[in-house]
């Protein structure tokens, strides 16, 4: 077998992507949204460049990745071929990493605890540079998942945004598996018009339509686009 799974190469991916296309024009509608007002990320983690390629083709220019050692060795040449690519971290973001992601992702959705958005902070300091920032809110108060606690994102945001004067334009969830999503959106969506923030990340392959319905701007799909993950 080669280093990625074979089931990917069968995959139609532009198919795929009409399909979800049309799926979130149909949720925009019904809730009466224009559906250029929700952007699709085509989350690419574990497919192969090659594989990740067939949606770039396809036109589409917004990618989610998870983890910043897997990013760095698939985007920089794929931005070489498409150079208006727009790539979002969607993973966990460890302090010393920092560095690494700012210089590859121009956005980073999973903004969740204060000793990273310090350290955020302080490389923006250093350097004059910090790609657009959501804080990601652990609504369903999970302990292995992270994102900040529902009840402490006011203080957070406010820190973020008074304090360390970061750049941060949305807030982001992703609910339990096993539970309804429709309160987590709900919940997300009252955090977020408290600030003012216009952008919320939430919905994933199972229930991005729904959480379109709940005012998401942002859905985040991939086994749906690239089939099982790759390697």
């Known amino acids: 077998m080669s280093s990625h799974d ?12 009409a399909e979800i296309q049309s799926n979130i024009n149909t949720a925009c509608k019904a809730s009466d949204r224009d559906p250029k007002d929700v952007t699709l990320v085509c989350v690419s983690k574990n497919h192969d460049a090659d594989h990740v390629r067939k949606a770039l083709v396809d036109g589409r220019r917004v990618f989610g990745e998870n983890r910043v050692q897997e990013a760095a060795g698939k985007w920089p040449g794929l931005r070489a071929e498409f150079p208006d ?29 204060p000793k990273l958005a310090k350290a955020l902070a302080k ?49 982001m969830c992703i609910p339990p598996v096993d539970e309804e999503p429709a309160p987590h959106f ?18 994933m392959s199972g229930d991005y339509q729904a959480a379109i319905r709940f005012g998401a701007t942002h859905v985040r799909v991939g086994t749906a686009i690239f089939g099982s993950r790759g390697y």
Not at 146 to 167: H, Q, S, T, V, W
């Open 85 to 113: 690519i727009e790539l979002h971290l969607i993973g966990p973001l460890q302090t010393n990493k920092v560095k690494d992601a700012v210089a590859l992702f121009d956005v980073i959705e999973t903004v969740d605890r």
């Open 6 to 17: 074979l089931s990917s190469d069968k995959t139609d991916v532009a198919a795929n992507l």
């Open 186 to 203: 709900t919940l997300l969506g009252k955090i977020a018009d408290r600030h003012g923030l216009k952008i919320k990340s939430m919905g």
């Open 123 to 171: 490389h923006r300091d250093k350097t004059g540079t910090c790609p657009d920032l959501f804080i990601q809110i652990n609504t369903g108060e999970e302990e292995q998942k992270a994102g900040i606690a529902p009840n402490d994102a006011d203080d957070f945001i406010k820190m973020c945004r008074e304090e360390l004067d970061l750049p941060i334009i949305g807030l």
